[in-house]
């Protein structure tokens, strides 16, 4: 989502807006408990695993579901359906008469004292979890941009925070600040991760200009530290990987999505976009290009890195490893290890030492995977250069949207397994501009998606990294992401446009309900005495409950 300049903005809630005068929003300390009855970041917790403790929707109760509510919104000043709604209050610096799209809801839901806070690019909602009704719209006036998505918000005690645009419930702006310059071509599509006093923030980007992440105070808006991604100057970490000082500073290696955060180690864990320009590397050089299509950790005090893990060295097809990481402690081996596991978009899955940064496992789980020619001593796969873009095509899988993209995965500590979805398509990559300097961002290239060989619920054992199951949608499943519950169930959108309960252990589809293309990943909550689910379908919230 963007504008033109990427504000990340800060107000105040009115307390007459929660359900009770009590209610405190979200303490810091909220944040470090395993997820249960609220859902009060983009997570639901930190680990990143979207496992929810709650377990009164299960195996025997699941096909009670009944829909409780639903709720369509309108993004812009131009309200056009439904009465009684309040007046949409407004910011920005546009003139107010732009509205660029991008009306889908791909955010994952806030619920804190029973309101759901969501986004679209240049809106957010604030609406009753108990039936639906709207309490306030707020929209950012846009002077342009790319308008991809945006992921929610981050909320700290009765504050709320958003990339672009910012969040006013009482219209009244306690500060917003610039975090990265729509001239040089960023925009942003992350929710804000709030981890004690600090709100960090990332950027996207698809042209020659460094990534970073940033930590703002969360009181003031004071910049208290900024991370690039790549090297910014001659001695940095990871230069010696890049064809020149000038090609590491417009090296790429955006930050998508939002990470995770070990408290015990306090370390925040993100994940990393493509290297620039995408698919040639003349300017790039032949080496890994760091910390570009990487796992990096980076100390939440201080912003300097700790560690990283390279999941496509030397990236020559825009597989970016834009994936929220699962953080887990779990038996490996025999002895209990702190773990992060990641199904990358390139067609690999990994699981790590998250304290390290050592590689435990690595394999291919994109079932027809092709693009590499094996792995380096470090377990990355290896890039085949007959399958880089050339004058004649070069045919390829997956396409550059990869096996998976930004849509979430889960894992369930009650089978051992991560989930994701996985669609495996084939494209010929044709090379358009030979010059050896290669051409800007995603440029110098054509793509044409000629085939593909399915959809698939993938389950795969974290101790190997095999799938244990796949099965097989009849559309582009997985929809925005997926969750695992106490109950013994994984939820997700099968893309023929159903929400589907699926038996964790085995994947058999359980209950379903046809609502359109799932646009986020599901979601759970407790609210007086029922545990909701929820799920968008592009501009609709859909709200399920046991009576």
Not at 395 to 414: I, K, Q, R
Not at 487 to 503: C, E, I, M, P, S
Request: aromatic share 10%; net charge negative; with cysteine.
């Amino acid at each position: 989502m963007t504008i033109s300049k990427i504000i990340l903005a800060l107000c105040t809630l009115s307390p007459a807006m929660l359900t009770a005068q009590s209610a405190s929003g979200v303490e810091p300390a909220d944040l470090l408990k395993p997820l249960k009855d609220a859902w009060p970041t983009y997570s639901g917790d930190y680990t990143g695993k979207r496992y929810s403790a709650l377990d009164r929707i299960n195996q025997s109760t699941v096909t009670h579901l009944t829909l409780a509510w639903m709720t369509q919104v309108t993004p812009g000043l131009q309200r056009g359906r439904g009465f009684g709604r309040p007046s949409v209050i407004t910011g920005g610096e546009g003139p107010g008469d732009i509205n660029v799209g991008g009306g889908t809801i791909k955010a994952s839901a806030l619920e804190v004292d029973g309101i759901l806070y969501f986004t679209m690019p240049d809106n957010a909602w604030a609406v009753d979890a108990r039936d639906g009704t709207e309490l306030w719209h707020y929209f950012w006036k846009t002077k342009g941009g790319t308008h991809i998505g945006n992921r929610g918000m981050g909320m700290w005690h009765k504050t709320l925070y958003m990339e672009t645009p910012e969040d006013a419930p009482t219209g009244k702006e306690r500060w917003h600040k610039e975090i990265a310059d729509l001239a040089q071509g960023y925009f942003s599509t992350p929710a804000p991760m709030v981890i004690g006093n600090h709100v960090i923030v990332g950027t996207g980007n698809d042209i020659d200009a460094p990534g970073f992440i940033q930590s703002f105070d969360p009181e003031t808006g004071d910049l208290q530290w900024k991370f690039f991604t790549v090297p910014m100057k001659k001695g940095d970490p990871g230069m010696d990987t890049w064809g020149s000082v000038d090609a590491a500073r417009h090296g790429g290696g955006q930050a998508w999505v939002p990470g995770v955060y070990d408290p015990e180690t306090n370390l925040y864990i993100f994940s990393t976009g493509n290297p620039t320009p995408a698919f040639t590397s003349g300017t790039r050089g032949p080496g890994d290009n760091l910390f570009t299509c990487a796992i990096v950790a980076v100390n939440v005090d201080t912003g300097k890195m700790a560690w990283y893990y390279s999941t496509s060295p030397h990236d020559m097809h825009d597989y970016d490893s834009a994936q929220t990481p699962i953080l887990v402690n779990a038996m490996f081996h025999g002895k209990m290890r702190k773990l992060l596991l990641t199904a990358a978009r390139n067609g690999y899955y990994f699981t790590l030492d998250r304290v390290t940064g050592e590689r435990l496992v690595s394999s291919k789980y994109g079932v027809y995977t092709n693009w590499a020619k094996g792995l380096n001593e470090r377990g990355a796969p290896i890039y085949d250069p007959e399958k880089n873009a050339t004058v004649a095509g070069s045919l390829v899988s997956p396409t550059s949207d990869g096996v998976t993209n930004w849509e979430p995965a889960s894992y369930s500590p009650d089978t051992g397994l991560v989930y994701v979805a996985q669609n495996n398509g084939y494209s010929l990559f044709y090379l358009t501009d030979i010059d050896p300097r290669g051409s800007m961002g995603l440029g110098g290239k054509e793509e044409a998606q000629v085939g593909s060989g399915g959809s698939f619920l993938t389950a795969i054992d974290y101790n190997t990294g095999k799938a244990v199951w796949n099965r097989r949608y009849y559309g582009d499943g997985g929809g925005g992401g997926l969750l695992t519950t106490a109950g013994k169930l994984l939820f997700a959108g099968d893309g023929a446009g159903n929400l589907v309960a699926h038996d964790v252990a085995t994947g058999k589809p359980l209950w379903h309900t046809r609502i359109g293309d799932v646009s986020n990943a599901p979601q759970t909550f407790m609210l007086d005495g029922h545990q909701y689910l929820i799920a968008a379908t592009g501009d609709t919230m859909w709200s399920f409950l046991l009576y």
